[in-house]
């Protein structure tokens, strides 16, 4: 059950395709390490959390993952999650939390259940990816204007609130670092490749990831012109140039129950995020020579035991990262060995240059994050909802407003509530029963009152199971006939509704008469009673034999 994908990623495996991978898993160190330091500090951490999640977390899920190329780390999608558990429950009880999904995570790939991740609908996905993107772009305003707010509120309309009281305390310096960063970026990831293509001469630039590009130019800016901003060392001191040894929380179980939703979260978000992700690699390496799917079971556990070791060694949450995966496989990673030169990169980059690290504008962080937030939302899936029925936009929108003004996890429980109620009401809608009558059948002409024949169609369920009662409101006086030949599921519900109407016919002396049952139907009458309440006389193969048993011919 446990395989890593690293085990079939070697076979074959030749010194080209390391050389790609040690280009690729090089580039993506590169551009995970303003986002790990970023990640930490908007989520309320210090920003060698983010280093030694990428590194520790980084290394585990690409050596024990089911996907050739997804590349793990701390992810904007935890921000809030993590700065709310944190300011409510405190760093403690964030490891165990964080310890906690782990566990759960490394439980569903052991179970199996890595498909049913896909179960959970576009609809509550963007709404949530959405709501968490304007979430990280309001909590950014305060490092962005260079506020000077000591702690920031978790909920938000706190956020609104401290930002609004204690706007007069702006930086001007700090804003206009921001600014200046954010346009960078832009002109980067928006203008550059486009430039390159018009000027050959701009393509190594291109090459260069847009991230670093601010935060060394920002750094050597703020430096240079004597700008007055905070920097990472001024708030949280020096980064350390060393791996923290093994730290073991305060454990209880007391402790397990306050934090089994936070955790639950933690790991429900975590496989999202992961598995979409690990989908969105396999598309990018479908049309090329290394193209494979990933094993969602497989990257469950990997998340599970990242997770679940990370925590204890000063980390934060983990999943699978979009925008480094991408970064990978556009740059030839094509294996696992990849990702674990990315963190051993990161390994590096701490143990040489931490010191430096000190000296970087948060307002550039601020700016990044910013960037990262837009580029994570789906915004044009709000332009597109007047094309979806009123159930998808509804859904959509309860999910992003909760998100935003409520709570993540209660986002995410009623989007599935919604999308549970409303695929209930679709398929209940697809059911029906079809009076069958004299012109399509001229046999019941003048028998209407003594036999009725009805049509089923779709799926028997617990929400259709009003046709049946129907039926057995409206008995004939001599059969009626019921044809489910059309039916492909029956549930219990609808089982227990077929039970009735046999009970009510046999109550009026009233012949009821089966007709086409077969697959999944005649497998549920067999395990409900039905075929043993009927003789056998009142089974038929299909409808024209089930009419002339009940007329009698």
């Known amino acids: 059950m446990f395989k890593p994908k690293l085990l079939d990623a070697l076979q074959g495996y030749t010194r ?27 989520s309320g951490l210090k920003p060698e959390a983010g280093l030694f999640t990428a590194i520790i977390a980084g290394f585990l899920i690409s050596a024990l993952g089911g996907s050739r190329v997804q590349i793990g780390g701390p992810a904007g999608a935890f921000i809030v999650i993590v700065y709310g558990i944190l300011e409510r429950y405190g ?46 772009m309001v909590s ?96 949280f001191g020096s980064i350390p140039n060393s791996l923290p040894a093994f730290a073991w929380p305060d454990f209880s179980w007391e402790t397990a129950k306050f934090l089994l939703i936070p955790a639950t979260t933690l790991a429900l978000l975590g496989s999202i995020e992961s598995l979409l992700c690990a989908r969105i690699a396999d598309q990018m390496m479908a049309d090329g020579p290394y193209g494979d799917r990933h094993d969602a079971n497989q990257e469950l556990m990997a998340q599970g035991v990242a997770n679940l070791v990370t925590p204890f060694f000063g980390g934060m949450p983990a999943t699978g990262t979009i925008a480094r995966t991408v970064t990978n496989v556009k740059n030839g990673g094509n294996s696992p060995v990849a990702g674990i030169v990315h963190a051993f990169t990161l390994l590096v980059v701490m143990l040489v240059a931490a010191p430096l690290a000190g000296d970087v504008p948060l307002a550039a962080l601020s700016a990044i994050l910013m960037f990262v937030a837009w580029n994570m939302g789906e915004w044009h899936e709000f332009v597109h909802l007047r094309q979806f029925r009123m159930t998808y936009r509804v859904t959509l929108l309860l999910v992003f407003l909760l998100t935003v003004i409520v709570d993540l996890t209660v986002a995410v429980e009623v989007g599935l509530i919604a999308a549970c109620l409303t695929f209930i009401y679709r398929i209940s809608s697809l059911t029906r029963a079809e009076h069958v009558l004299a012109d399509s059948h001229p046999e019941l002409t003048g028998q209407e009152a003594h036999v009725q024949a009805h049509r089923l169609y779709g799926a028997l369920f617990f929400g259709a199971v009003k046709l049946v009662e129907a039926m057995e409101e409206n008995l004939p006086s001599k059969a009626v006939v019921v044809d489910l030949k059309n039916l492909i599921y029956i549930d219990t519900s609808g089982a227990d509704a077929l039970m009735s109407l046999v009970r009510s016919c046999r109550k009026k002396k009233v012949r009821l008469i089966v007709c086409g049952l077969a697959h999944q139907p005649l497998e549920m009458a067999q395990r409900c009673g039905l075929l043993q309440a009927l003789p056998d006389t009142d089974l038929a193969p299909d409808l024209n034999q089930g009419l002339a048993l009940a007329l009698g011919r």
């Not at 001007?172 to 928006?190: K, S, T």
């Open 140 to 235: 950014q305003l305060k490092d962005f204007l260079g506020l000077q707010v000591k702690a920031m509120p978790a909920d938000f309309f706190g956020i609104l609130h401290t930002l609004s009281a204690n706007i007069g305390t702006f930086n001007g310096e700090a804003l206009g670092l921001a600014v200046v960063c954010l346009a960078v970026l832009a002109f980067w990831q928006l203008a550059l490749p486009r430039l390159a293509n018009a000027m050959p001469s701009t393509k190594n630039f291109a090459t260069i990831p847009g991230s670093i590009v601010v935060l060394v130019g920002a750094t050597m800016a703020s430096k240079m012109m004597g700008l007055d901003v905070e920097t990472i060392a001024s708030r």
């Open 16 to 42: 080209q395709r390391f050389y790609q991978d040690v280009g690729a898993g090089i580039t993506v160190g590169v551009v995970a390490l303003p986002l790990a330091m970023a990640f930490a500090i908007a």
């Open 91 to 136: 760093l403690a009880n964030l490891m165990i939390a964080t310890a906690m999904s782990g566990v759960m995570l490394l439980a569903m790939g052991l179970l199996r259940l890595g498909s049913l991740i896909r179960f959970i609908p576009v609809a509550v996905v963007i709404g949530f990816t959405n709501g968490i993107a304007v979430l990280i």
